[in-house]
């Protein structure tokens, strides 16, 4: 597509439940990125994939969270149990990697706004 | 390990005006230097970035920034602000072997007329 796509825009959810959320990057990017955002703050990295391999999943906060990118396109990360303290804006953004060509640079999509009641 | 601080929260001025926000940055390795800006209900979008080469670099919208290596600061510039340029501004950091970008916390600049 022509930016990066992400659903549900918003998604309120009960504590205990489970939540995937979805992530379509710009066609072509190899790697994919998701972010956190709480309110007032910058966006703190979770994890990223190149192609389907996930590279660095240093920034999950703890196993309740877990991401894929099964074909090496769209990406879900998946928050399971959700507690109250997981309400925030998930971001995905994606990325040209060619190795020495890489410039880091990342396109955003608008992001999902999560809300544990 | 990499860090970002954004040394103002919000910077309000009035149109017309310059503005400067203010970037540190602190990387055990080389780093791309990167200021993104984010309008209401819009995902980030790239503003500048530095790579290598010149320390001064121009962006869209009429911004620039320096890189300055003895300071570790890159911070952001803008001779004459519009209403438009009302937004959040998030400067980033990512090592040069790619992987994950650092983020500040963001600076809320407000143009008032």
């Known amino acids: 597509g022509a930016g990066v796509s992400q659903s549900p825009r918003y998604k309120v959810t009960k504590r205990g439940q489970d939540v995937a959320l979805r992530c379509d990057p710009i066609s072509g990017h190899v790697s994919l990125y998701w972010y956190r955002q709480a309110l007032g703050q910058g966006p703190e990295f979770l994890t990223y994939f190149n192609y389907e391999a996930q590279q660095d999943k240093s920034g999950l906060p703890n196993d309740r969270f877990s991401a894929e990118r099964p074909e090496g396109s769209i990406s879900t990360l998946t928050i399971q149990r959700t507690e109250q303290r997981d309400s925030a804006m998930y971001r995905c953004a994606s990325s040209q990697t060619t190795g020495l060509t890489n410039t880091g640079e990342l396109f955003f999509g608008e992001g999902s706004r999560l809300t544990v009641l | 390990a990499q860090s970002v601080t954004q040394l103002d929260s919000q910077v309000p001025v009035f149109e017309e005006a310059p503005v400067e926000l203010r970037c540190n940055y602190s990387s055990s390795v080389s780093v791309y230097l990167f200021w993104y800006v984010q309008y209401p209900n819009q995902g980030l979008q790239l503003l500048l970035k530095?790579?290598?080469?010149?320390?001064l670099v121009k962006g869209i919208n009429g911004f620039e920034a320096e890189f300055n290596k003895s300071q570790t600061s890159f911070h952001l510039r803008k001779p004459s602000v519009h209403i438009s340029d009302t937004a959040e501004y998030f400067c980033?950091?990512?090592?040069?072997?790619?992987?994950?970008?650092?983020f500040g916390d963001g600076t809320t600049l407000t143009v008032k007329p």
């Open positions: 980033a950091v990512t090592n040069t072997n790619a992987g994950k970008s650092t």
């Open positions: 530095y790579l290598s080469g010149s320390t």
